[in-house]
Nanobody
Framework: QVQLVESGGGLVQAGGSLRLSCAAS?????MAWFRQAPGKEREFVAA????????DYGDCAKGRFTISRDNVKNTVYLQMNSLKPEDTAVYYC?????????????????WGQGTQVSVSS
């Protein structure tokens, strides 16, 4: 059983930056970030493969967010720049033992508890 622990959320002004981290207790192959705002469906943000570093980004993240991982520490990061009020959401880390990079939330087997990101205007 893999456990995921997110950190790094908080309150930031529009235009600011935050870096989220997610530490996995077990070995994972593909790791991802999703987010969910109140009253909205869970949205894909980014994913990264353990093997080849292959990445995919959701439309909400392209050009502003960067996903990376440290395989030694079994940790994935999400660097978020130029934050906007509409980025306000709970951000969830997800992981799977499958090797492909996918954007469907039901592809992932393990989920963290989430970390709140709030962006003020």
């Amino acid at each position: 059983q893999v456990q995921l622990v997110e950190s790094g959320g908080g309150l930031v002004q529009a235009g600011g930056s935050l870096r989220l981290s997610c530490a996995a207790s077990g070995r994972t192959y593909t790791m991802a970030w999703f987010r969910q705002a109140p009253g909205k469906e869970r949205e894909f943000v980014a994913a990264i493969s353990r093997w080849n570093g292959n990445r995919d980004y959701g439309d909400c993240a392209k050009g502003r967010f960067t996903i990376s991982r440290d395989n030694v520490k079994n940790t994935v990061y999400l660097q978020m720049n130029s934050l906007k009020p509409e980025d306000t959401a709970v951000y969830y880390c997800a992981a799977t033992a499958k090797s492909g990079v996918r954007n469907e939330y039901d592809y992932y087997d393990y989920w963290g508890q989430g970390t709140q990101v709030s962006v003020s205007s």
